[in-house]
């Protein structure tokens, strides 16, 4: 499985920005695809995810200000932020959680993609 994430690089405070995270390989069905975000110093943590029902689940830093959409058929998810503030900033990873055609389970990573949020 290979994840592709694209987006990400600096914009100043209240502006917006978007990702994207596409997979590719043996993916039989999506269970989890999303986004998280680390920022120096601190724990990885939950920015927005998409389960395989559809249900967006956004962690509290992105709730109202950020939204994960979708194309299920492409492994794609999009990742809309809006109203950036600078304690935004971090590495993005694109996380995914597939079945395989084996039905095996599995978790990757993409590689992370800078967002800087700075005036």
């Known amino acids: 499985v290979h994840i592709a994430e694209s987006g990400g690089g600096l914009v100043q405070p209240g502006g917006s920005l978007g990702l994207s995270c596409a997979a590719t390989?043996?993916?039989?069905?999506?269970?989890?695809m999303g986004w998280y975000r680390q920022a120096p110093g601190k724990e990885r943590e939950l920015v927005a995810q998409?389960?395989?029902?559809?249900?967006?689940q956004y962690g509290e830093s992105a709730e109202g200000r950020f939204t994960i959409a979708r194309d299920s058929a492409a492994n794609i998810v999009l990742l809309h932020m809006h109203r950036l503030r600078p304690d935004d900033t971090a590495i993005y990873y694109c996380?995914?959680?597939?079945?395989?055609?084996?039905?095996?389970?599995?978790?990757?990573w993409g590689q992370g993609t800078q967002v800087t949020v700075s005036s």
């Open positions: 996380y995914l959680q597939i079945s395989s055609s084996t039905l095996q389970i599995s978790q990757y």
């Open positions: 390989g043996d993916i039989f069905s999506t269970k989890v």
């Open positions: 998409m389960l395989g029902s559809g249900t967006p």
